[in-house]
């Protein structure tokens, strides 16, 4: 089969890691890097070997595919051009600034017979995808997605900016509606949010109780999940799973026996193994790993959850958390 014609829209931090995938892969032809910064996106296509464009408009009918990665407020429109314009389209999360631009995002692939992945790059870790085959009937789950300050995205919300991520694969594993969310935050060396808490209680009874800060003073990225018999320890940054499991009936005031199951995954290239996916979504003609609607459903319970700690500030808290059409921050 002959190679996609591919291109990267924005040249900035996770934009080159893009471009390099793209120019590595054997079935992809990278035929330009994009950025409004010409300098910039010639400074990354040297590396690569392929186009410097100052404006995604000069793909038109020259791509088969593209990586959206410029600043939030910029992916509805840049992506919307590219599917009106026939490319399948990988844009970053979150995928847009408001529902409404991602529902239309949404329509624009559907009706075009395009891919539409969101990049919600943590789905792609190996010790996650080992876990969604574990999981049946998930009770309880409690993350923590801890960081230090980093002012790269101190311009939004903790929620935006880290506890997306955590939305995201919750959402996927238990697969119910949620019913409630409770959440509260405050800010404490930006304007915005910077550690925030958030309880979502699903229709089937689930609670995940998911915890995110860039104010702490190490790096951790943790989930625990309870199910019937079994409970499953997650570490993102080891790339690791501990698996309980109750063995043998439970009662006459016996304790179980309780096996012991641990996992440790190699390192991976989670960017890569992301736009692998994506080109096979569109080689084959199949929904893409992280589709529109879950990135919409991730930005609706994230946009939630900011809405509250906007309108509902703790007691004594004199800055209100930022609104729920904030950007992200430029991940350029």
Partial sequence: MSRLRTA?????????????????????????VVDTDLERAREVADEVGCE???SHTAL??????????VPTQAHHRVALDMLHSGSHVLVEKPMTVTLAEADEL?????DADLRLQVGHLERFNPAVQALV???STPMFIESHRLAPFNPRGADVSVVLDLMIHDIDIILNLV???????????VPVISDDIDIANARLQFENGCVANVTA???SLKSERKMRLFQHSSYIALDFQNRSLDVRRTSGPIGGGQIPEIQSDKQAFPSGDAILAEIEAFLNSIRHGIRPVVSGEDGRQALATAIEITRQLSEHPLPGQTQTAGDCHND?????
């Avoid at 697969?175 to 935050?185: F, S």
Wanted: no cysteine.
């Fill in 8 to 32: 990267v829209i924005g040249a900035g931090y996770l934009g080159r890691f893009h471009a390099q995938k793209y120019a590595a892969l054997p079935d992809s032809e990278l035929v330009a």
């Fill in 52 to 54: 410097a464009l100052s």
């Fill in 60 to 69: 038109n009918g020259k791509v088969d595919a593209v990586s959206i990665v």
């Fill in 106 to 110: 949404i329509a624009a692939a559907r």
């Fill in 133 to 135: 085959g574990m999981v």
């Fill in 175 to 185: 697969g119910q509606p949620l019913r409630r969310i409770d959440a509260n935050g």
């Fill in 213 to 215: 800060s860039r104010v």
């Fill in 328 to 332: 992200e921050a430029d991940n350029r």
